[in-house]
């Protein structure tokens, strides 16, 4: 069993900022991540990748709504990634979750449909005044 647990979600107002964070533990034993990163789904849209890392090289892929403004990083030894979101924008709007990939998956970008259990459960970020 995996659990992947986000934080840093909240109210902010346009053009602020906030970070985001997700550390993926299991059950039995620790194994590597190949690809994680963040989703994010607003009310009657899909949910669309928003940014991702594949940590094997650190390359790393934004969707064009949020290239400048968010950054993704990530810790191996923790199995943690880190969403900085700056310069918020009303539409950023949504439920933001991670999601990891237990696989080696080189096309870690906007291709990837992470599996089932490799979600988690969200984190609201809400931009207004």
């Known amino acids: 069993q995996v659990q992947l647990a986000e934080s840093g979600g909240g109210l902010v107002q346009p053009g602020g900022s906030l970070k985001l964070s997700c550390t993926v533990t299991?059950?039995?034993?620790?194994?590597?991540?190949?690809?994680m990163g963040w989703f994010r789904q607003s009310p009657g849209n899909l949910r669309e990748v928003v940014a991702t890392?594949?940590?094997?090289?650190?390359?790393?892929f934004y969707a064009d709504s949020v290239k400048g403004r968010f950054t993704i990083s990530h810790d191996n030894a923790v199995n943690t990634v880190h969403l900085q979101a700056a310069s918020l924008k009303p539409e950023d709007t949504a439920m933001y979750y991670c999601?990891?990939?237990?696989?080696?998956?080189?096309?870690?970008?906007?291709?990837?449909?992470?599996?089932?259990?490799?979600w988690g459960q969200g984190t609201q970020v809400t931009v207004s005044l």
């Open positions: 299991a059950d039995e034993y620790t194994y590597p991540l190949y690809c």
């Open positions: 890392v594949y940590t094997g090289d650190g390359r790393t």
């Open positions: 999601a990891a990939e237990p696989y080696d998956y080189p096309a870690c970008g906007s291709s990837w449909r992470p599996l089932d259990g490799y």
